[in-house]
């Protein structure tokens, strides 16, 4: 197809053969030169962009933040297929069979009563899929590489969810007493203070990772009025 003509409206063929133009020989040289790792990190910030306009709640542009995060995962798939790794049919082969593996209750016999035992399931299949035998090997298996509050916020859910009690109350003193002692391990002392922080945010029901990001912009806001001589 000649892109330079325009259509009325682009499909998903259309985006993933204009990507693979622009890997291809007299294609973008940037385009070309990049790889899996140089890209990688696009995936987080478009990942975040886009929670920033669902949270705007806009539909064209949560739409077009949606795009630049599917560009990431064919951008992917095409520096795949063109070192010979896969393309972008084993990605979607790889995502279909999951879903309909994970779904019993949908493409299987399974009887479900309600989305709690959905839950239960998905969670017994993917330990079953990662052939993890025990608790401690599926929190384990939380990547490393989510942000901290968002990681340590999974594992508590899978600790409890497994019986693990966890305690209410976030002493703060007994934790400043231990930072304050000359013989401290503040970085220890500070995680548990983290670590009790999301225990609470997740008790009252609020994703610390969002929190966090909320007051952090507010307080962008009242440092503006700080700087503007307003307080």
Same mark, same amino acid.
């Given at each position: 197809?000649?892109?330079?003509?325009?259509?009325?409206?682009?499909?998903?063929?259309?985006?993933?053969?204009?990507?693979?133009?622009?890997?291809?020989?007299?294609?973008?040289?940037?385009?070309?030169?990049?790889?899996?790792?140089? %890209?990688?990190?696009?995936?987080?910030?478009?990942?975040?962009?886009?929670? /920033?306009?669902?949270?705007?709640?806009?539909?064209? *542009? %949560?739409?077009?933040? =949606?795009?630049?995060?599917?560009?990431?995962?064919?951008?992917?798939?095409?520096?795949? *297929?063109? =070192?010979? $790794?896969?393309?972008?049919?084993?990605?979607?082969?790889?995502?279909?069979?999951?879903?309909?593996?994970?779904?019993?209750?949908?493409?299987? $016999?399974?009887?479900?009563?309600?989305?709690? /035992?959905? +839950?239960?399931?998905?969670?017994?299949?993917?330990?079953?899929?990662?052939?993890?035998?025990? %608790? !401690?090997?599926?929190?384990?298996?939380?990547?490393?590489?989510?942000?901290? +509050?968002?990681?340590?916020? *999974?594992?508590?859910?899978?600790?409890?969810? !497994?019986?693990?009690?966890?305690?209410?109350?976030?002493?703060?003193?007994?934790?400043?007493?231990?930072?304050?002692? !000359?013989? =401290?391990?503040?970085? *220890?002392?500070?995680?548990?203070? +983290?670590?009790?922080?999301?225990?609470?945010?997740?008790?009252?029901?609020?994703?610390?990772?969002? !929190?966090?990001?909320?007051?952090? $912009?507010?307080?962008?806001?009242?440092?503006?009025?700080?700087?503007?001589?307003?307080?």
């Amino acid at each position: 197809m000649n892109f330079k003509d325009t259509k009325d409206k682009y499909s998903f063929d259309d985006l993933v053969e204009i990507v693979s133009l622009l890997r291809a020989p007299g294609g973008c040289p940037w385009d070309r030169e990049q790889t899996h790792q140089s %890209i990688k990190k696009n995936l987080i910030e478009e990942g975040y962009e886009l929670i /920033e306009a669902i949270d705007g709640g806009n539909p064209e *542009k %949560i739409a077009d933040e =949606s795009g630049d995060l599917l560009l990431q995962v064919v951008f992917h798939a095409i520096i795949g *297929k063109d =070192s010979g $790794e896969y393309e972008i049919n084993d990605v979607t082969d790889a995502i279909c069979r999951k879903l309909i593996h994970r779904h019993p209750h949908v493409f299987g $016999e399974v009887e479900v009563a309600d989305s709690g /035992e959905v +839950l239960k399931n998905w969670d017994a299949i993917k330990r079953a899929d990662r052939e993890q035998s025990s %608790i !401690a090997e599926e929190l384990r298996g939380v990547s490393k590489y989510l942000p901290a +509050l968002m990681r340590a916020e *999974k594992i508590q859910k899978k600790a409890e969810k !497994a019986g693990y009690k966890f305690e209410n109350e976030i002493n703060l003193s007994v934790i400043s007493d231990d930072v304050a002692e !000359a013989d =401290s391990a503040p970085e *220890k002392d500070c995680g548990q203070l +983290l670590f009790a922080a999301v225990n609470f945010c997740r008790r009252a029901g609020v994703d610390p990772e969002l !929190a966090l990001a909320s007051y952090t $912009e507010s307080f962008t806001d009242e440092f503006e009025k700080f700087e503007n001589g307003e307080n």
